[in-house]
């Protein structure tokens, strides 16, 4: 079974200009979640999904982040436009109903964002 | 507010020795715990969690973690430890039935066993 993956692993941009960055959950899996960890601080909770609708966002940081899962599998969060208290490393998690009532969720390998 | 304090950025430990991996944190009501590691240029796996029941839970790869309520800790240990246990760990809470749905997890313990 593949596990979480995410896309691109690695993005270097400047300040000012878009990125995308991508998640394919766990088929199956109806929880999606992310979450980043800036250089050497906490994991930070971004905001959950069920299916394809917006669970909980209270973690996103302001308005230039726009989270999508369109049909409830992929999801895209983009940064836009981007500033240097950005980059960081964007985890995707997901998880199945019963498993997300305890937390336990399956993550991906991360995205690092370097905003120059 | 829900928090988790790693208080170690970094573990150093012989190989064969046992380790502990310090983690306290803070929820108005109970919690829910968890232990991932992180391998390099991995994503996070999950180690264990403590849900209700026995303090002392039991994970992969030989790791186990004691829940104290009364020092709300719940520090990862594993008897003997093998370089293959070099990661970074991180300690994470959630609140049962609490409205929040993300995990609010530590900052990290960098785990290095010494051969």
């Known amino acids: ?116 | 507010a829900q928090s988790v304090a790693q208080p170690e950025d970094q573990v150093n430990v012989a190989e064969g020795n046992p380790l502990t991996v310090k983690c306290t944190y803070s929820v108005s009501g109970n919690p829910y715990l968890f232990w991932y590691v992180q391998y390099p240029n991995r994503g996070l796996q999950f180690l264990l969690k403590y849900i209700t029941g026995d303090n002392l839970v039991k994970g992969s790869y030989g790791f186990e973690a004691e829940f104290n309520k009364s020092q709300t800790s719940f520090h990862l240990k594993k008897p003997s430890a093998l370089v293959s246990d070099s990661a970074l760990y991180f300690c994470a809470v959630r609140e049962k039935g609490g409205g929040a749905d993300g995990l609010t997890f530590g900052k990290g313990t960098h785990l290095i066993i010494q051969p």
């Open chain 1, 1 to 116: 079974e593949a596990g979480v993956t995410q896309f691109p692993s690695h993005s270097v941009i400047e300040k000012g200009q878009t990125v995308t960055l991508r998640c394919d959950p766990i088929s199956g899996h109806d929880n999606l979640y992310w979450y980043r960890r800036v250089m050497g601080k906490e994991i930070k909770f971004l905001l959950h999904f069920v299916k394809e609708s917006k669970q909980d966002e209270s973690g996103m940081p302001n308005n230039r982040f726009l989270a999508e899962r369109t049909g409830g599998t992929y999801s895209t969060l983009k940064v836009q436009p981007a500033e240097l208290e950005d980059s960081g490393v964007y985890f995707c998690a997901s998880s199945n109903l019963r498993a997300g009532n305890t937390g336990e969720l399956f993550f991906g390998e991360g995205s690092r964002l370097t905003v120059l």
